[in-house]
């Protein structure tokens, strides 16, 4: 009988505020991250003392809100976050939490800006709405679902996906991952019939598992993939 024991899996908490953090994007984050870690689900509430004390990765997800919703939804927990990254916590940001890395937020950034891709020269999207956009994932023509994402200026960081324009739409600086567009999204969310052809099976949930494994949670890559 082998005595290989199985590593305890990684912890990741996962931050949930209808719509700023939409429920449709935090359940699309769970079903795609939930076989390979475990998941623990936050609110605005005020969380207990040792909540970020096990966790290897914060997530915000991405939602229909303002992000000026940010001051609201995060004044109870905001040291507590900041707390978690000074000792090296690793941050997850998609669509609205991509934005909420910007300086005028959580300011985790190092000269760099986070803002709209639908207002850069060249964007192949100009209005906010969802949709499907081509972009280049790690080297790969890939098509993807877009609701006013943003693009990343300035600053010194990885790229790891881009738009159409050769705006960055994956990077990754230091303990940091921003993501314009939804590698979370389900079938349901692809409500329009021209989109339908492009429903991406579940690859995209598991392109979004081998971004945190290999750039983010360190490790070696997953064997799925």
């Given at each position: 009988m082998s005595t290989d024991?199985?590593?305890?899996k990684r912890i990741i908490a996962v931050f949930l505020h209808h719509p700023t953090c939409s429920t449709d994007s935090v359940n699309g984050v769970i079903r795609s991250l939930s076989s390979n870690y475990?998941?623990?689900?936050?609110?605005k509430y005020k969380v207990a003392e040792d909540f970020f004390d096990s966790v290897d990765l914060v997530v915000f997800p991405g939602g229909d809100g303002d992000a000026s919703a940010f001051k609201q939804v995060m004044k109870l927990n905001l040291e507590d976050i900041k707390k978690f990254m000074?000792?090296?916590?690793?941050?997850l940001g998609i669509c609205m939490g991509a934005y909420w890395a910007d300086h005028y937020y959580f300011d985790?950034?190092?000269?760099t800006r986070v803002v709209q891709y639908i207002k850069r020269n060249r964007a192949d999207v100009r209005s906010s709405y969802g949709t499907t956009v081509p972009?280049?994932?790690?080297g790969q023509q890939?098509?993807?679902?877009f609701y006013d994402g943003p693009t990343f200026v300035g600053g010194e960081f990885e790229v790891v996906a881009s738009y159409a324009n050769g705006d960055p739409m994956a990077i990754v600086q230091g303990s940091i991952g921003l993501i314009g567009c939804h590698l979370e999204s389900e079938f349901n969310w692809y409500t329009k019939k021209y989109m339908k052809p492009h429903w991406h099976g579940g690859e995209h949930h598991d392109l979004l598992n081998?971004?945190?494994?290999?750039?983010?949670?360190?490790?070696?890559?997953?064997?799925?993939?």
């Open positions: 024991l199985q590593e305890p475990v998941i623990k689900v936050w609110t000074s000792r090296g916590g690793k941050f985790f950034l190092k000269g972009v280049v994932w790690r890939k098509r993807m679902y081998a971004f945190i494994a290999d750039f983010l949670i360190n490790e070696r890559q997953l064997s799925l993939f």
